[in-house]
Nanobody, 126 residues
Framework: VQLQASGGGLAQPGGSLRLSCASS????????IGWFRQAPGKEREGVSC????????YYADSVKGRFTIFRDNANNAVYLQMNSLIPEDTAVYYC????????????????????WGQGTLVTVSS
């Protein structure tokens, strides 16, 4: 089942955006949910993950302190709040279900996984 990412757009450096991850067929609270991104000409990278059992959160060093991942179970959604955006955050962002947050940056997820949804484009530029 593909998850749907939305909420991207154009933001100025220092600005904020909130991305949403939704599913019409799955209850997201039952799963670890990861956010990933792929910039032009670069490999896909894991940005953040929230665990399924106790909502422990994980962040790439490049976004730590600027991005926040959280759940909204009432709306069956997982959000990525992105603050203090920088041009290097420009990428297509995807959400997906990793085997667990301990594996969200593994090759199995970043290279071998092939069920990515459409993604949402985030452009940070003045």
């Amino acid at each position: 089942v593909q998850l749907q990412a939305s909420g991207g757009g154009l933001a100025q450096p220092g600005g904020s955006l909130r991305l949403s991850c939704a599913s019409s067929g799955l209850t997201l609270d039952y799963y670890a949910i990861g956010w990933f991104r792929q910039a032009p000409g670069k490999e896909r990278e894991g940005v953040s993950c929230i665990s399924h059992n106790d909502d422990t959160t994980y962040y790439a060093d490049s976004v730590k302190g600027r991005f926040t991942i959280f759940r909204d179970n009432a709306n069956n959604a997982v959000y990525l709040q992105m603050n203090s955006l920088i041009p290097e955050d420009t990428a297509v962002y995807y959400c997906a279900i990793p085997p667990g947050c301990s594996a969200y940056t593994s090759d199995a997820m970043l290279v071998q996984y092939d069920n990515w949804g459409q993604g949402t484009l985030v452009t940070v530029s003045s």
